[in-house]
T-cell receptor, first 113, second 114 residues
Framework: GESVGLHLPTLSVQEGDNSIINCAYS??????FIWYKQESGKGPQFIID?????DKRQGQRVTVLLNKTVKHLSLQIAATQPGDSAVYFC????????????FGTGTRLTVIP | NAGVTQTPKFQVLKTGQSMTLQCAQD?????MSWYRQDPGMGLRLIHY???????DQGEVPNGYNVSRSTTEDFPLRLLSAAPSQTSVYFC?????????????FGNGTRLTVT
């Protein structure tokens, strides 16, 4: 399954499939990007981050891809599990040294057993 | 480690009342911040602190005060609550400046102002 960030705020995938959640950003000077997962009634939980000098970073079952040319960030979740159901936010630091993270509005991922 | 602890979890206020949302972290993090989360708007920064005795305004500071007398605690004060302050409030901390290390969030305080 695949979503296009702010324009498709929900994504449903079958358990075991791979998920791709997309995020567009507007500031070409943005230096640092983070993906967070938020489950109902809880605070955002850090998943993975990437700096602007990288185009790919892998974690456990997750991969973040950064395309600076088109200012696009994606989160790939391999073998999606029911426990992955949550809202996923991308966040960016607008410039080096800034003290604010700017968050997107999120994508709700629903895993269908 | 408990991480970032916020109290209370829920609060209902009447317009004009004051209250303090508590936030404590046990990770010895220098950076702490407060965000509010409203439907369809993501999280927005209210105030932040880069260390004890230092605070600064974020994106939406009006109606809120903060202080940072210790590394561990970063309370958020509403002096005269307004219905527009109905929201979920999250406190977060990080080991270093947020461009160097990720933010760790508490589980939030859900505030309703009637």
């Amino acid at each position: 399954g695949e979503s296009v960030g702010l324009h498709l705020p929900t994504l449903s995938v079958q358990e075991g499939d791979n998920s791709i959640i997309n995020c567009a950003y507007s500031n070409s000077a943005s230096d640092y990007f983070i993906w967070y997962k938020q489950e109902s009634g809880k605070g955002p939980q850090f998943i993975i981050d990437i700096r602007s000098n990288m185009d790919k970073r892998q974690g456990q079952r997750v991969t973040v891809l950064l395309n600076k040319t088109v200012k696009h960030l994606s989160l790939q979740i391999a073998a999606t599990q029911p426990g992955d159901s949550a809202v996923y936010f991308c966040a960016e630091i607008p410039e080096t040294g800034a003290n604010n993270l700017f968050f997107g509005t999120g994508t709700r991922l629903t895993v269908i057993p | 480690n408990a991480g970032v602890t916020q109290t209370p979890k829920f609060q209902v206020l009447k317009t004009g009342q004051s209250m303090t949302l508590q936030c404590a972290q046990d990770m010895n993090h220098e950076y702490m911040s407060w965000y509010r989360q409203d439907p369809g708007m993501g999280l927005r920064l209210i105030h932040y602190s880069v260390g004890a005795g230092i605070t600064d305004q974020g994106e939406v500071p009006n109606g809120y005060n903060v202080s940072r007398s210790t590394t561990e605690d970063f309370p958020l004060r509403l002096l005269s609550a307004a219905p527009s302050q109905t929201s979920v409030y999250f406190c977060a901390s990080s080991e270093d400046l947020i461009g160097n290390s990720p933010l760790h969030f508490g589980n939030g305080t859900r505030l309703t102002v009637t």
